[in-house]
């Protein structure tokens, strides 16, 4: 009995101990980034504060809406993982809801935006004043940097081979009654 | 509470006695060990990885519109075996469209639908429609131009359906975005209806035993044997789709543009595209359910209690015209123009 109950507690003492850890991991994963506003027009400048990216990490900051995605520029982060900067949203972004998106390390964040059409003067190129020119539709994907450390390789390949083993195993397990 | 000095040593603790495998050990016919006899397990093995994945992705996959086609880039360029998952989630799906429909032409084949077995195939029949619906679903989430276009279509087919299709539309409900509603359904309620279906198509299997033609033996082999060679099929598809997914990974078009229809479904819709064409966007919100229904209807129009050389030779007919049309369908949507059939 005095067995178990110790069994128990050393199981529970692991589960604790791992939750602790655990938690304290989870608790690093906490990017964020605060806009100087909501909502701007096409060509106006923007603040971008942001923390939690990565200590010196380089931090990308993107406009994603559903006419694409934009990348606004790259930027250092500090010692501390915050980074503060100006960019400038395109002139010829449409109006619509988008997203700013800074990536910094393995960490990413995201802040709703809108923005309104361009006022006076600002022109996408070969389009009328405010008019943004129209993106075409394609069928043809997109080209992606796909994530593909050695790592992830062989953990891939890994598992192929596992599960090829564990396949020819099983097939050729006795199947005397048990 | 010790133990009394004469008492039996307490026996040791054994994962055998929990798991039961004896359980296992029950008779099947020798037949069931024929290859086209595990396409219905592998059809699970595949909808297994599928949710697999789908469980990771759901995790990070944004079901906003304006946020789905940004995270799944994130999902393939950053995420941790991002895009090793997704590529699995795309190939696991087609491995099971695939594997469902060789397990029914199989048992179309022997005639396995005919009573009492008659609810196992309409929960078959209901599962294959399911796969169909969640495949649908799937294609429509990362919300570029192939999946816009595949939205489109739903809606033009929806609103074809008048006040039946208003579910499918935007018209439901103002608060919530259909991409959103969309994938509500693909991770909920569709997995459950999946489930139950599966759940009692292996429990009618069970009861009811594996169907054998008159004068084939029932008894030979033990489901134990049938289940490790179940085990070694499935493991070996795993590492099939595992290596193809990181050979072959998934790819993502451009976010949508409106008011263009310049792309084709994927190859388990591409039969439909055909019929598109051929008799525009109207027909498929008839054909498809159509083709269901003559599924359902298949063991109330064969009513027989035995077989048949006869009706053996009609289905083995039936059956290869099914697929000479599903394929010269497929081949004739991919090789036609690029149509416009919204009006978008």
């Known amino acids: 009995m005095l067995g178990t109950v110790k069994r128990i507690v050393v199981v529970l003492g692991i589960a604790a101990l791992a939750g602790v850890f655990g938690a304290r991991a989870a608790g690093g994963h906490g990017a964020v980034i605060r806009l100087g506003a909501q909502a701007v027009s096409a060509g106006d400048s923007l603040a971008v504060t942001g923390e939690g990216l990565g200590v010196r990490a380089k931090i990308m900051l993107a406009l994603e809406g559903a006419a694409g995605r934009k990348v606004l520029g790259t930027f250092q982060g500090d010692a501390h993982g915050r980074f503060e900067t100006v960019v400038v949203i395109p002139a010829e972004t449409p109006a619509g809801a988008y997203r700013i998106v800074a990536e910094g390390g393995d960490e990413r964040a995201t802040e709703d935006l809108l923005v309104s059409a361009a006022v006076g003067g600002e022109r996408a190129q070969g389009s009328p004043a405010g008019v943004p020119e129209a993106p075409e539709a394609t069928a043809e994907e997109m080209r992606l940097d796909r994530r593909r450390s050695t790592a992830e390789s062989g953990i891939a390949w890994g598992l192929v081979g596992t599960l090829v083993i564990v396949g020819a195993w099983l097939a050729r397990r006795p199947t005397r009654p048990s | ?344």
């Open chain 2, 1 to 344: 509470m010790g133990a009394m000095p004469n008492s039996p040593k307490p026996r040791a603790w054994r994962l055998r006695d929990r798991l039961a495998p004896a359980a296992l050990e029950y008779e099947i016919p020798p037949v069931a060990t024929r290859l086209p006899y595990f396409l219905g397990a592998l059809t699970l093995t595949s909808i297994a990885i599928a949710t697999a994945t789908g469980i990771y992705l759901s995790q990070l996959y944004d079901p906003s519109p304006i946020g789905a086609h940004g995270s799944v880039i994130y999902i393939v360029e950053r995420a941790l075996l991002g895009d090793l998952a997704r590529s699995l989630h795309w190939w696991s799906a087609q491995a099971a469209i695939l594997a469902v429909l060789f397990h029914l032409s199989w048992v179309f084949y022997r005639g396995s639908y005919r009573a009492p077995r008659e609810l196992t195939w309409w929960a078959g029949a209901g599962m294959l429609g399911c796969l169909f619906f969640l495949f649908f679903t799937g294609t429509t989430l990362p919300n570029d131009q192939e999946g816009f276009e595949a939205l489109a279509h739903n809606l033009a087919a929806a609103e074809s359906l008048g006040a039946l299709g208003v579910f499918m539309t935007d018209r439901f409900t103002p608060s919530a975005p259909l991409l959103a509603r969309i994938y509500a359904l693909h991770v909920s309620a569709l997995p459950l209806v999946l489930l139950a279906l599966l759940g009692l198509h292996l429990y009618l299997i069970r009861y009811l035993g594996i169907h054998t033609r008159d004068g084939e033996p029932t008894q030979g082999t033990t489901f134990r044997r049938h289940f490790l060679r179940i085990g070694a099929y499935a493991a070996w598809l795993a590492a099939g789709l595992v290596a193809l997914a990181f050979v072959v990974p998934r790819g993502l078009g451009h976010p949508a543009v409106q008011g263009m229809e310049v792309t084709k479904p994927p190859l388990p819709f591409l039969w439909i595209v055909a019929i598109e064409n051929g008799l525009g966007i109207g027909a498929l919100a008839v054909v498809v359910p159509l083709v269901f229904v003559a599924l359902l209807l298949v063991p109330l129009v064969d009513r027989r209690r035995t077989d048949s050389v006869r009706g053996r030779r009609l289905r083995v007919i039936l059956i290869a015209l099914g697929w000479t049309v599903l394929i010269a369908l497929t081949v004739a949507a991919w090789l036609a123009p690029q149509q416009q059939h919204l009006g978008m």
